[in-house]
């Protein structure tokens, strides 16, 4: 597989994230002018799972008792009922080159600009919204939810002042607002204000760690890896001995004890029990998936296909009160160099899962309660370098979904006129597409959640205009 050649800020950044960064873990002292990641400080409780050691871990809640987890989990679900909203944001991590994912191929000044890397009109599908553009040949999947109506584009979304570091960008997406000091996440302050004090399924990241976007200040969240390799174990036993022993190691957790010591493991005995019962039901069971899907998933991407198919059996179980849920997608996309493999590998892995997760929801008819979100940092140079293209500024992002108003929200605003920079200039900001998502989606004040936002429904606002989003 190909790979892109990496720039020393994003290495550095992914450092910092993938390592130290992470949220309840602390950090040390880091390079000056970088924003610690939202979620930082967070207390983090691990449940453990598998033999491999992997953990699904509760973020802020270390006050809660199991008891209120359990509690908290079903009076949530009652509450929401069965038709409650349920946003999916997928990351491309690295900056993507939205100017090859919609190609401006009827622009000569595009094939001045890349004369290596630039696509030939014919090579894919026309954007029927503005036929100067085309799907890149890897994009066919999108294309075709596009020509469902079940896509709206965003051709050239940023913010102003732009900023090209890795680590800076993402932290002002993930957050909602230029501001480097904020350490909540712009879904966290949503479950903040709309969630459960009980109820850490309601902010779901499909990682190893919270993602920042879901920090929360005080309602409880969870990361797990993937639901599907969420099994216990019980050394030396098989079935049908597993789950009787699992299921009593969970009354256990129901025993007084009369020590401190006991005390603690009853205590984690009856957390363990408890988390497993409510993710159990999705793991493996003798090397198959413990659910059904009711569609053929991709089989190249790692485990993003296998994520969101259980993502989906997840949503369909009225059990499970998730509200907002955040995934990486395949692949690197800070494509310094070799960009034209790098890049097809990846969008084809990542759309084609993506349809198979659509089509996986439609078949289960829960598709009018969920929308995909994907987003990158910022988009790429216009110019390209040889084989790759550098940091620019405005990208391109997507809404996906059966009630996504298919329509594209602000022009792309062609390679004539760029910014002081030589970068594509920005024709909608993401904090009004969060604003909309908020108020027309979650049916929440947006104001609450992304500073000045005011009400989240379509008109002017601080941050341009708020486009209708949802039919």
């Known amino acids: 597989m190909a790979k892109s050649c990496s720039c020393n800020d994003f290495n550095r950044s992914q450092l910092l994230r993938a390592g130290i960064a992470q949220a309840g873990m602390g950090l040390p002292s880091i390079e000056r002018g970088m924003p610690l990641p939202a979620g930082t400080g967070l207390d983090r409780r691990a ?3 598998r033999s491999a050691g992997a953990v699904l871990s509760v973020y802020g809640a270390s006050a809660l008792s199991p008891r209120q987890f359990e509690d908290g989990i079903a009076k949530a679900a009652a509450e929401g009922g069965p038709n409650a909203p349920v946003l999916v944001s997928i990351f491309m991590e690295g900056g993507w080159d939205s100017l090859s994912v919609l190609a401006p191929v009827k622009e000569a000044r595009y094939h001045e600009l890349r004369p290596t890397l630039g696509k030939n009109e014919g090579e894919g599908v026309l954007f029927s919204e503005d036929e100067t553009l085309m799907w890149h040949p890897q994009a066919g999947a999108l294309a075709q939810l596009h020509a469902e109506g079940k896509v709206a584009v965003f051709p050239a979304i940023g913010y102003d002042p732009p900023d090209e570091s890795h680590f800076t960008s993402r932290h002002y997406w993930e957050v909602g607002e230029l ?6 996440g712009w879904m966290g302050r949503y479950l903040d204000v709309a ?4 109820n850490p399924l309601q902010g779901l990241s ?7 976007a879901l920090a929360t200040t005080q309602v409880p969240v969870a990361a797990v890896s993937s639901p599907s390799d969420y099994n216990f174990w019980a050394y030396g036993l098989g079935e049908p001995f597993s789950t009787p022993t699992m299921e ?6 129901e025993l007084g004890a009369s020590s401190t010591a006991l005390a603690q493991a009853r205590m984690a005995s009856l957390d363990t029990s408890i988390i497993r019962t409510q993710i ?9 998936p413990g659910f059904e899907s009711p569609v053929t998933y991709p089989t190249s991407g790692g485990s993003f296909p296998d994520r969101l198919a259980v993502l989906a059996a997840m949503i369909a179980d009225p059990s499970l009160p998730i509200k907002c849920v955040s995934l990486s997608a395949p692949g690197g996309y800070d494509t310094h160099s070799d960009e034209t493999e790098t890049l097809s590998t990846g969008l084809a892995q990542t759309f084609e899962s993506v349809l198979a997760f659509q089509r996986d929801l439609e078949a289960r008819k829960i598709d009018d309660r969920v929308i995909v979100q994907v987003w990158s940092e910022f988009g790429r140079r216009p110019e390209e370098n040889g084989s790759g293209t550098d940091h620019g500024a405005a990208g391109i992002a997507f809404l996906i979904g059966s009630r996504v108003k298919g329509e594209m929200v602000g022009e792309f605003p062609g390679l004539t006129s760029l910014d002081q920079n030589d970068n594509l200039v920005n024709t909608s900001d993401f904090r009004a597409m969060y604003a ?5 989606w979650f049916q929440t004040e947006a104001g609450l959640v992304i500073p000045e936002a005011g009400t989240g429904l379509p008109g002017a606002s601080k941050y341009g205009t708020v486009p209708q989003l949802i039919v």
């Open 47 to 49: 449940f453990l799972l």
């Open 195 to 198: 969630g459960h004090a009980g």
């Open 179 to 184: 501001n480097t000091q904020t350490r909540s």
């Open 206 to 212: 499909l990682d190893y760690s919270l993602a920042p």
């Open 248 to 253: 009593a190691f969970g009354e256990l957790g």
């Open 436 to 440: 909309g998502l908020l108020g027309q």
């Open 280 to 288: 159990a039901p999705f793991g493996e069971v003798e090397g198959k």
